[in-house]
């Protein structure tokens, strides 16, 4: 008992829970002072951030664009010209190993090199963003390549395409590289929650046949957790709500810029 109290406590200092206890106390003394249409907003924003916070909906909302991803063997996979991996597993960093500090999408990462490891293809492509901070370029799809290349840890070829500035440009770079090498069939590793974006953004920018390989779960579907209903409100949910939200307007935004076909969009 005593260590649930001091659990609460602890998360009631945290910025969610900090958050969360100010609406509730303001909900109260608004409606101490009857002014109970003033009371009702804080009392929404309470409400709203308990069921992001301590509820399983951001979980279940990001866990059904896992869902149709389960089961997919690596063993199984079909071998292919290339392994496109792309970005969005690190951040470059001055003091990490190699330069690079991975974050929750590393899997990303170790996806693509057990691809390698059971001889889907022979040529590893590397993809992500790019940024410049007082005049020193980070790269993080060089940066991933110096570690491979350094440690042995990649095939006979890993190909880096530099900066990119989205998965639409990581598209087009293997598109030019696939017509310069005749590539025909491509194993895509991304995130299990980007891959439907991903592959219909690759089936439109390129003429490639697109082999889904899905990895770094983040819900229950994968990871061995419970859903479970928290008194107080935590940031996890907010994190799961995060990329469930970007992955939805992401794809309405691409289909509005016809960066997705109707043909690509249905597969």
């Known amino acids: 008992m005593l260590d649930l109290a001091l659990r609460s406590a602890m998360t009631l200092l945290e910025p969610v829970g900090f958050t969360w206890a100010c609406l509730l106390v303001l909900t109260v003394l608004l409606i101490r002072k009857k002014e109970f249409r003033l009371a009702a907003v804080p009392a929404a924003l309470a409400v709203l951030i308990?069921?992001?916070?301590?509820?399983?909906?951001?979980?279940?909302?990001?866990?059904?664009?896992?869902?149709?991803?389960?089961?997919?063997?690596?063993?199984?996979?079909?071998?292919?010209?290339?392994?496109?991996?792309?970005?969005?597993?690190?951040?470059?960093?001055?003091?990490?190993?190699?330069?690079?500090?991975?974050?929750?999408?590393?899997?990303?990462?170790?996806?693509?090199?057990?691809?390698?490891?059971?001889?889907?293809?022979?040529?590893?492509?590397?993809?992500g963003g790019a940024?410049?901070?007082?005049?020193?370029?980070?790269?993080?799809?060089?940066?991933?390549?110096?570690?491979?290349?350094?440690?042995?840890?990649?095939?006979?070829?890993?190909?880096?395409?530099?900066?990119?500035?989205?998965?639409?440009?990581?598209?087009?770079?293997?598109?030019?590289?696939?017509?310069?090498?005749?590539?025909?069939?491509?194993?895509?590793?991304?995130?299990?929650?980007?891959?439907k974006r991903a592959a219909a953004v690759f089936r439109t920018t390129t003429e490639l046949e697109i082999v889904p390989a899905p990895s770094a779960f983040l819900t229950s579907v994968s990871i061995v957790s419970t859903d479970m209903f928290h008194l107080i409100p935590r940031s996890n949910g907010f994190g799961k709500m995060d990329g469930f939200l970007h992955e939805k307007i992401g794809w309405w935004v691409y289909r509005w810029r016809g960066l997705i076909s109707d043909e690509a969009a249905v597969r």
């Open 50 to 127: 308990w069921i992001i916070g301590a509820t399983p909906v951001p979980g279940r909302l990001l866990a059904s664009l896992e869902r149709p991803w389960v089961g997919v063997k690596r063993a199984d996979l079909p071998e292919v010209d290339v392994i496109v991996l792309l970005g969005g597993y690190s951040t470059p960093s001055r003091e990490a190993v190699g330069g690079l500090h991975f974050n929750q999408s590393a899997d990303r990462a170790v996806t693509a090199l057990e691809l390698v490891r059971l001889g889907k293809a022979k040529t590893l492509v590397i993809g």
């Open 131 to 195: 940024l410049t901070v007082n005049g020193e370029a980070f790269a993080e799809a060089d940066l991933f390549r110096e570690i491979l290349v350094a440690r042995q840890l990649g095939g006979p070829e890993v190909i880096s395409l530099g900066g990119c500035k989205n998965t639409r440009h990581e598209a087009e770079k293997v598109a030019k590289l696939a017509q310069e090498r005749g590539w025909k069939r491509v194993l895509l590793v991304t995130s299990a929650t980007h891959m």
